[in-house]
């Protein structure tokens, strides 16, 4: 899996648009870029997965340049309830290499009121 | 929220005693995870099935052993647990789409005294 850089922790307001950098500057051609979040004593839970330009669901968007180097995960209006710990992911989707997931550190979200 | 339990969600042990700790999912599934996840290493992977009876080791798979002879199950075994193995323990599922898409269960809470 390719190496990823994201900032340790983060701090937003309630309402806001929170926007969390994920560097992968070694990304291969086959990789995809996930994210997922997991809250206090919580299991993560996949929220988001793309390979180029812009993915959006009903819980956040991915933005991706053109050079795939690096992405955006962004939250619309934040609530105290996304107060996570937001993880990014790059690898390769395909089967035979289970062995090779490896979850950073991630990125401390907190939002204040 | 997929159909994933684990089981015991806490255990504290002594150190030297067989622990076993159990998945079971109700997706039928063909690609199970066994995950550790301790403060200031992010989540770990174990070891992982690809089907009954296939399993293979993961990052830190020093002291543990699986088994899965359903497709529903997949069970962690610490042969004989040490206080190194305390930890939060995260068993995951992932069909046979997208590797890097899972879905983790709520935890299991092991302290080996």
């Known amino acids: 899996l390719a190496k990823t850089t994201q900032p340790i922790s983060m701090d937003s307001y309630e309402g806001q648009e929170v926007n969390i950098t994920c560097s992968h500057n070694?990304?291969?051609?086959?990789?995809?870029i996930t994210w997922y979040q997991q809250f206090p004593s919580q299991g993560p839970r996949f929220i988001i997965q793309g390979y180029k330009t812009k993915v959006t669901n009903e819980v956040a968007s991915l933005f991706i340049p053109a050079d795939r180097k690096s992405s955006t995960l962004s939250l619309p209006r934040v609530s105290l309830s996304d107060t996570a710990v937001y993880y990014c992911?790059?690898?390769?989707?395909?089967?035979?290499?289970?062995?090779?997931?490896?979850f950073g550190k991630g990125t401390r979200l907190h939002i204040l009121p | 929220d997929a159909g994933i339990t684990q089981s015991p969600r806490h255990k504290v042990t002594e150190t030297g005693t067989p622990v076993t700790l159990r998945c079971h999912q109700t997706e039928n599934h063909r690609y199970m995870y066994w995950y550790r996840q301790d403060p200031g290493h992010g989540l770990r992977l174990i070891h992982y099935s690809y089907g009954v009876k296939d399993t293979d080791k993961g990052e830190v798979s020093d002291g543990y052993s699986v088994s899965r002879s359903k497709t529903e199950d997949f069970l962690l075994t610490l042969e004989s647990a040490t206080s190194s193995q305390t930890s939060v323990y995260f068993c995951?599922?992932?069909?046979?789409?997208?590797?890097?898409?899972?879905?983790f269960g709520p935890g299991t809470r092991l302290t080996v005294t």
């Open positions: 070694n990304i291969a051609t086959n990789d995809y």
């Open positions: 992911l790059v690898g390769d989707n395909s089967r035979g290499r289970d062995d090779k997931i490896i």
């Open positions: 995951a599922i992932s069909d046979g789409g997208t590797l890097l898409e899972q879905y």
